[in-house]
């Protein structure tokens, strides 16, 4: 007996899995950023500041002094979630976005440390410290799980602001 081909559990991507998405990046604060630790291969997962850039893509203030930071320079490639569950129910009905990406340094220039500090006024305290720098977050394909049984996949080019 033949099988049967089941059905794709991911939905075409619609003007509403793009607008979910934008608005979970737009929330976003914080992340959980995943990169490959150099020395071992193996994936480990960091919470990170998150913030958006004035074309309205990722980017994130580390410290080199950090390991995600220390194996984003071996390696680049890394995911990021973002989106919190809600007060009430399951966790895991709760929309989330993940970000395929690149990492790359950007520089602290005047405009983007006010960016930055508009959407995290505390980090005012460590922003200048020598080993703080930015990496903007270069997004090659995102995966929304919108709530149960709303599964897209975007292309960068979904994500764009305005």
Excluded at 92 to 115: D, F, G, N, W, Y
Aim: glycine content about 8%; proline content about 7%; hydrophobic content about 45%.
């Amino acid at each position: 007996m033949a099988e049967t081909a089941r059905p794709s559990p991911i939905r075409p991507t619609d003007s509403g899995a793009r607008a979910l998405a934008r608005s979970l990046m737009d929330g976003a604060r914080f992340g959980a950023l995943g990169v490959l630790d150099p020395a071992t291969g193996m994936p480990m997962v960091s919470r990170v500041a998150v913030g958006m850039d004035a074309q309205g893509m990722p980017l994130t203030l580390v410290s080199d002094l950090s390991h995600h930071t220390r194996a984003l320079a071996a390696s680049p490639l890394c995911s990021l979630l973002v989106g919190e569950p809600g007060a009430n129910g399951d966790p895991l009905t709760h929309p989330r976005l993940t970000l395929q990406c690149k990492a790359s340094r950007v520089e602290k220039s005047a405009a983007l440390r006010a960016l930055w500090l508009a959407q995290h006024p505390k980090a005012r305290l460590y922003i200048d410290f020598a080993d703080f720098n930015f990496l903007a977050l270069e997004v090659h394909e995102a995966h929304l799980n919108g709530g149960f049984g709303k599964a897209y996949t975007l292309a960068a080019a979904d994500l764009r602001s305005g």
